[in-house]
């Protein structure tokens, strides 16, 4: 059987119209009438395949092709929503290929073992709220913290009356949940999200893991005074100290880091704000990310003692508080064994890495055996309009996907 890379093309095409703006630009942030707009046409394709889809108590969309035996399902899924101004593949691609191996299946007449489901996670990006993986989480149960009916979001509405245009109660979310013995395994076809395939000049990557996280907000307290007046001697400046951290980041990665540890800072305030004012004040958020919790550790503690060691040079005080937090997922050797065997039988290339990304299956990978296939994105290039990967790439990607389906149908027995 062969997919029709033709349809997946267009389909991501149509589907990227449907967060067409005023000004031009494509966005799907999740909630918006454009994310559901996005939503009702991929449910749609389904429903012209006689294919039901139903939405759960936490906002995700699942389309369910019943298998010929009552056996726990195969999960194909990813996210429709996106960041302001993204591109056509993150997420999309996940989605509209287990849409392809669905209609693939069912054209052919072939009936699997399993049920086939593929879902659509709600909110991956976390763009209103600042917090992402909704719908995921409560799939697998995973604490997102305090999260209240009175969160604002970033356009000034709560997540109350947010989520209920989406037709979802938040204290009903719980039951979204879904239980490990219902699922044979989770796969995620997705877009590299950065260079390492293309520099490499790999087709295909097979996922080894997902980095964790953690993010931080970061406050220096100094004096504010009179930019003209204050001697250089005399000042307490919080942004100068927020600096010196910033611009030691690098350094401190490059020596005590792996070769896929990060750490950014991204956001930045500083107060009161003024051309002729020394800020008093300034805060950051700072993330560290890496696939060992050992070296989050470390990196933390250094980062920790330079910031400790920048403020009393400048006389200033400061607080560093952890916000928000993910620890690592390994994808499941069989199903990385799957993958390979695959693309060894096509003989296809590929590359087994890391992925420094966020993906729902980080939280999916806790509760189920979970694989995750990458193809190159071309430049590295993600979140952005300028965000592309090839079309022999695209149908090699959905190629894999479904033959790995069709191999994991025919194992017996339970996913170790």
Excluded at 203 to 211: E, K, Q, W
Aim: contains cysteine.
């Amino acid at each position: 059987m062969k997919i029709s890379v033709d349809r997946v093309i267009s389909r991501l095409e149509e589907i990227y119209e449907c967060g067409r703006q005023a000004d031009g630009t494509h966005a799907r942030v999740a909630y918006s009438p454009e994310d559901q707009r996005g939503r009702k046409v991929f449910a749609d394709y389904f429903g012209s395949l006689g294919i039901p889809v139903r939405q759960d108590e936490a906002g995700n969309l699942i389309a369910y092709l019943e298998g010929e035996e009552e056996l726990p399902s195969i999960l194909i899924g990813s996210h429709l929503d996106t960041v302001i101004d993204g591109g056509k593949y993150d997420g999309a691609l996940g989605c509209v290929a287990g849409l392809e191996v669905a209609e693939t299946l069912k054209r052919a007449g072939k009936k699997l073992r399993h049920p086939l489901e593929v879902v659509v996670f709600t909110d991956e990006e976390g763009i209103r709220f600042g917090n992402g993986m909704f719908g995921s989480a409560a799939f697998c149960q995973v604490s997102m913290g305090e999260l209240s009916e009175e969160d604002m979001d970033i356009y000034g509405r709560t997540r109350g009356e947010v989520l209920k245009e989406y037709g979802v109660v938040l204290k009903d979310a719980i039951c979204a949940e879904r239980m490990p013995e219902t699922v044979h395994c989770m796969l995620e076809l997705h877009v590299e999200q950065g260079k390492i395939l293309e520099d490499h000049q790999k087709p295909l990557g097979v996922v080894s893991s997902i980095a964790g996280v953690r993010r931080y907000e970061v406050t220096l307290t100094g004096e504010a005074n009179h930019s003209g007046s204050t001697q250089m001697r005399h000042r307490k400046d919080a942004l100068v100290g927020a600096a010196g951290l910033i611009s030691s980041l690098p350094g401190i990665v490059r020596e005590h880091g792996n070769e896929f540890s990060v750490a950014t800072v991204g956001y930045i305030q500083a107060w009161p704000n003024a051309v002729n004012v020394i800020p008093g004040m300034c805060r950051f958020q700072l993330e560290i990310r890496d696939q060992e919790e050992s070296v989050m550790d470390r990196l933390e503690s250094l980062i920790h003692d330079r910031l400790e060691e920048n403020c009393r040079k400048e006389g200033l005080d400061f607080s560093m508080r952890l916000y928000d937090s993910h620890v690592p997922g390994n994808m499941n050797a069989e199903l990385k064994e799957t993958i390979q065997s695959v693309c060894e039988a096509g003989q296809i290339d590929y590359e087994i890495l890391p992925s420094g990304a966020f993906h729902d299956s980080l939280l999916l990978c806790g509760r189920f055996p979970t694989g995750m296939i990458f193809i190159p994105s071309i430049g590295g290039i993600s979140h952005s309009p300028m965000e592309k990967s090839g079309r022999e790439d695209i149908e090699r990607g959905c190629q894999v996907l479904l033959d790995t389906v069709l191999r994991l149908d025919k194992k017996e027995g339970q996913i170790s």
